[in-house]
């Protein structure tokens, strides 16, 4: 069957590749998105159980403050008019087996003094470390993202290099240091062993985490009530209002290409679409070595994808728990006396999550809980489609479980729902390569990725462009909008028409 044909087609109803259909319609290019899903979001998703709503995405959203960096992005499509967003006042906690608490609040004066406390002999550090917070509450971190590297002329590198000017000692210092390796700095112990983790991962690259707190300061950084899918479902009725089509339960089998130049697709039903430009804003590796069956890449491209880049594979065990948990932290880590054995490796450490901050997550009274680890794909993956596999998650949930009822005694008895979700679940919901939940990892190794950008055109083939979380390391839901956006300006570049937004009502 073959079908009319419009100006662009997108794969993948992801942030990214709705993002660009807005922008897309926004500018006047009749659009279409092809999903292979039933819903929006991809990545960027919740699902309910038994009445309790699991949400699998966001922590925190950049641009939830007005006038604060990605706002305006975020305005234009039509995400942020009327939610209610929530800030806390601590990004998490960190506990030691001993009870001592490293709490990680967002106010860096308050950080300060909590920092002192445990270690006066730390304060030269604690203090740079903390003078450092309060200069990227200053930082605009959307300036690497507004315009697409490719387009800016000398006024534009002149304009972004005055503005980052001031911050490039800023950047040096704390940009090519792990959080990892800034705890070696300290005397204290107890520090020594915690600030590795006061920011989820411990090979995040100080900036970030830094900037992150700054950001939540600033009240930049809010939960969007509700959840991730419902924040997706935003920038799908954006999209559907700006007259752009969705196509569900269409999944993409091949890029379509008459010579060298991307025509349209074709859908493992057979179904046919045509257009001017085709978009993947689906998977990164999937999308060159599978729908275009490898033809067009070089070594660079090879290189990203040999393996050697680390990517975040996660396992989520989410419970429904008949217990009101708000009167407990959002948050913690709890590091561990004596390790557990998770999906083969030794775990000496948890991080436990509720989110009784929104309320329409659960019932009157219970509360949604959260474990979520790092765990290695390559563990799952031998054993997906054996029975093997579904005791498998049963029996590291339950090892999990055990585990929580040491830190919230008689949690085993209030809990009423389960539900596992490894990197096979989410390859298998998104098609993400190994399951990875943000593309590249982002470390101070990727860095220089992300500042530089990873090319969105593939050598040697016209009318294609790649798009989302595997184009961006650290692949965090505003950066990939930004990126659909982005590509939307290029087109308009290379058609010669002047890029436009609007914001609705």
Not at 227 to 250: D, I, M, P, T, W
Request: proline fraction near 5%; charge should be negative.
């Amino acid at each position: 069957m073959i079908n009319s044909s419009c100006d662009i087609i997108i794969i993948g109803a992801g942030i990214a590749g709705l993002s660009a259909g807005c922008y897309a319609q926004m500018n006047g290019y009749r659009s279409e998105i092809m999903e292979m899903h039933n819903l929006p979001g991809g990545l960027c998703t919740a699902w309910k159980r038994q009445g309790y709503t699991f949400d699998g995405c966001i922590h925190y959203l950049f641009g939830s403050g007005k006038n604060q960096p990605f706002h305006s992005m975020w305005e234009e499509l039509g995400a942020i008019q009327g939610r209610k967003f929530v800030n806390h006042d601590e990004f998490m906690r960190v506990i030691a087996p001993s009870g001592q608490t490293l709490i990680v609040y967002t106010d860096p004066d308050r950080l300060e003094h909590h920092l002192l406390d445990f270690s006066p002999q730390d304060s030269k550090l604690i203090k740079q470390f903390c003078a450092g917070i309060w200069d990227f509450t200053e930082f605009d971190l959307s300036l690497l993202q507004q315009k697409p590297k490719n387009l800016m002329n000398w006024g534009d590198w002149w304009r972004l290099t005055r503005k980052m000017l001031p911050f490039m000692g800023l950047l040096t210092q704390w940009g090519h240091i792990s959080a990892q390796e800034f705890a070696q700095r300290f005397h204290n112990p107890f520090l020594r062993s915690a600030i590795p983790h006061m920011f989820a991962w411990p090979s995040i690259p100080m900036m970030v985490g830094m900037s992150l707190l700054a950001y939540m300061y600033n009240k930049n950084a809010g939960f969007p009530i509700g959840a991730s899918l419902e924040f997706a479902r935003s920038l799908e009725q954006r999209y559907l209002q700006l007259g752009g089509k969705v196509h569900y339960c269409a999944q993409v089998e091949r890029v379509l290409v008459e010579n060298n130049q991307a025509v349209g697709v074709r859908l493992y039903d057979n179904r046919e679409y045509f257009a001017g430009r085709v978009i993947s804003a689906c998977d990164g590796r999937g999308t060159i070595f599978n729908l275009l069956g490898g033809k067009y890449l070089n070594q660079k491209i090879k290189k990203l994808y040999d393996g050697h880049l680390p990517v975040h594979s996660q396992l989520q065990v989410s419970l429904g728990v008949n217990r009101d948990l708000s009167q407990e932290p959002h948050w913690v880590t709890h590091l561990l006396e004596t390790p557990i054995l998770i999906a083969g490796e030794n775990r000496y450490e948890i991080g436990v999550k509720h989110y009784c901050f929104d309320p329409s997550l659960a019932p009157p009274g219970k509360s949604v809980m959260m474990v979520m680890l790092n765990t290695p794909y390559d563990y799952w993956q031998r054993i997906y489609g054996r029975s093997i596999y579904n005791v498998e998650q049963i029996q590291e949930s339950q090892i999990l479980i055990d585990q929580l009822a040491e830190f919230y005694p008689g949690i085993k008895a209030d809990i009423e729902y389960v539900d596992v979700a490894t990197p096979l679940s989410y390859e298998r919901y998104t098609g993400n390569w190994q399951g990875s939940s943000c593309g590249w990892l982002l470390t101070k190794e990727t860095m220089g990725l992300m500042i530089a950008g990873i090319e969105k055109k593939l050598p040697g083939l016209d009318n294609f462009y790649m798009i989302g979380q595997w184009l961006e390391p650290g692949g965090s839901v505003p950066v990939v909008a930004m990126s659909g956006r982005n590509i939307i300006q290029q087109i308009c570049h290379e058609d010669q028409r002047e890029f436009v937004t609007t914001v609705p009502d």
